[in-house]
């Protein structure tokens, strides 16, 4: 049986074991591992998943055939951008895909049922801030980095994607680097 991470829509996750998982079908049972919890299994229906893990480890052989340079966006705001080498498979109720890290050295298989995702977006630069706010490494000088990570901030708190404890906990810790 296949071992996954199951991450659902309020970030609850589990981890166990799926027998005929499919994005074909709506739902799908997991044997729960380990013995810290009640249960010993679930049918889980894929609405109330927001990400399947389905393997992960260091990148393969394939990892520099990854060009495609994607962020993947969920309904809930999270970002994960990586490498896309060609393994995107359309399902009915879900996509799957291996993602490469931005340094190709580790890789992800991961499922995604489409009630969760907003978009998979193809990128031009890993910085999608305005030129005179990228990070260009060291050559960037400090105060023009912390502007622009105020700036993207300030950005995620009015697009609703942080609470604002959590923009006040935020901005004030960029403002101590100041």
Do not use: C
């Not at 729960?32 to 299994?41: E, L, M, R, T």
């Not at 394939?62 to 990586?82: L, N, S, Y």
């Not at 978009?119 to 999608?128: I, M, Q, R, T, V």
């Amino acid at each position: 049986m296949p071992k996954l991470t199951v991450r659902f829509n309020d970030n609850e996750v589990i981890e166990g074991e799926a027998t005929d998982l499919s994005l074909d079908s709506p739902d799908f049972h997991l044997q729960v591992s380990g013995h810290a919890s009640n249960n010993h299994g679930a049918w889980i229906p894929l609405p109330a998943v927001k990400r399947l893990s389905l393997a992960s480890g260091p990148a393969d052989a394939h990892a520099e055939e990854a060009d495609k340079m994607v962020a993947v966006r969920f309904t809930d705001g999270e970002v994960i951008r990586g490498y896309l080498n060609g393994s995107l498979q359309h399902h009915r109720y879900g996509m799957t895909m291996t993602l490469y890290s931005q340094d190709k050295r580790s890789m992800d298989v991961v499922g995604i049922p489409y009630t969760s995702l907003k978009a998979l977006w193809y990128l031009k630069s890993w910085d999608g801030r305005p030129p005179g706010f990228q990070a260009q490494g060291a050559a960037t000088p400090p105060l023009l980095q912390l502007l622009g990570d105020v700036r993207e901030v300030t950005r995620l708190y009015q697009a609703g994607h942080i609470t604002r404890e959590e923009f006040i906990s935020r901005r004030r810790s960029l403002i101590d680097r100041f």
